[in-house]
């Protein structure tokens, strides 16, 4: 066995691409190195409420929008888009 080969695949990534808007917020969040309190402090709300938003608990009001969307480098009409999109799902709506 060649002790110098790495014994995983060259495609692991230890913190897959983001795939959810609560898994895109964690992931700036770490990659810019602020705990939940600083990236909370950043959009003026609370720590609890910044940690609801990344387990997927709550929908983005719409003044935090705009903030989370520059955040994460979308724009502000695509994030609206996914917002209701999943209201709508946890609401039962279809458009």
């Known amino acids: 066995m060649n002790r110098n080969r790495c014994s995983h695949s060259p495609e692991y990534a230890p913190f897959p691409k983001p795939a959810t ?12 190195g602020w705990s939940i309190e600083t990236a909370a402090r950043k959009v003026d709300v609370d720590p609890g ?16 929008r705009v903030q989370m969307a520059e955040f994460l480098g979308l724009s502000a009409v695509a994030l ?7 209201w709508n799902l946890l609401h039962e709506r279809t458009r």
């Open 80 to 86: 609206n888009k996914e917002m209701s999109a999943r």
């Open 21 to 32: 808007l609560p898994e895109r917020i964690i992931a700036k969040r770490r990659e810019l």
């Open 49 to 64: 409420t910044w940690g609801n938003w990344e387990r997927g608990q709550m929908i983005l009001y719409r003044r935090h």
